[in-house]
């Protein structure tokens, strides 16, 4: 691991920072659409009204202010519902974007030197990202830059620094998910699988390990949470009610499939 540290520090922070806009968010979300939105009715709804009128300069004011409340999952679901809207229904969307990007930018120098800190330094690499992580305003900046770079050594063909920085992004994303229930974990990736077979092999995985938790009444909790988060979203612009309930439906049943044959 101390060769990993020499290789970023020699090859990361020479390159440029300006390409970020949208460095980071061609990675899919592990859910749809509608599932990564259920943050949305927190910090972004309200700028998202701002970016439909305001200023520039009060939107970015406001997004700067604000910037610690946008989580990955925010920027996955903007970055879909963009996709998802048409006409003049996307300026507010593209507006609010650009001032998400300015507020990351700005911050690029410190999140560069954190990192620069965290490859030179010794000992264990994982408490190491850990403090690393508790520092930050938000991991935006971090997941940004890192994605980035990644993809700059890819098409440089200079592996060893593409499998350093992937040890680190991969090792930083283990981190966030370990914070996430395991019940949520599954669910996510029950409503990012099509097909039946393995989000039921997925559920039969999950409730036939063991644990003292009760884990039927934390399923069922977590499906009538989805429910509620999803009926929060009725009457966003591109948001499909109906299509979410149906995929929740759906896992619902696989639930009581997978149970059964525990």
Request: aromatic share 4%; glycine share 4%; proline share 3%.
């Amino acid at each position: 691991r101390n060769a990993w540290r020499a290789l970023c520090v020699a090859g990361l922070f020479s390159w440029s920072l300006a390409a970020l806009a949208s460095s980071f968010v061609h990675r899919a979300p592990m859910a749809p659409a509608w599932r990564s939105q259920r943050s949305l009715r927190r910090a972004v709804p309200e700028l998202l009204t701002l970016a439909e009128s305001a200023e520039d300069e009060a939107l970015d004011t406001e997004v700067d202010a604000n910037f610690k409340s946008i989580s990955p999952q925010d920027m996955a679901a903007l970055q879909l519902q963009l996709a998802q809207t048409e006409g003049d229904a996307r300026k507010p969307l593209q507006r609010l974007l650009g001032s998400i990007q300015k507020a990351m930018e700005s911050r690029m120098a410190a999140v560069t030197k954190d990192i620069e800190a965290l490859m030179q330094s010794s000992g264990n690499i994982e408490e190491n990202i850990r403090e690393c992580l508790q520092k930050q305003e938000s991991v935006l900046p971090m997941i940004a830059v890192l994605q980035m770079n990644i993809a700059r050594a890819r098409k440089a063909e200079n592996e060893q620094l593409e499998r350093a920085l992937t040890f680190l992004y991969t090792t930083i994303n283990e981190e966030l998910e370990s914070k996430v229930p395991m019940v949520n974990r599954v669910l996510s990736r029950c409503l990012s699988t099509e097909d039946a077979e393995p989000r039921r092999e997925l559920l039969k995985a999950y409730f036939a390990e063991e644990s003292e938790e009760d884990k039927p009444q934390l399923m069922a909790d977590a499906l009538l949470g989805l429910v509620k988060e999803a009926q929060e979203q009725k009457g966003q612009k591109g948001f499909d009610l109906k299509g979410a309930l149906m995929r929740i439906r759906d896992v619902a049943l696989d639930v009581g499939v997978a149970q059964g044959e525990v």
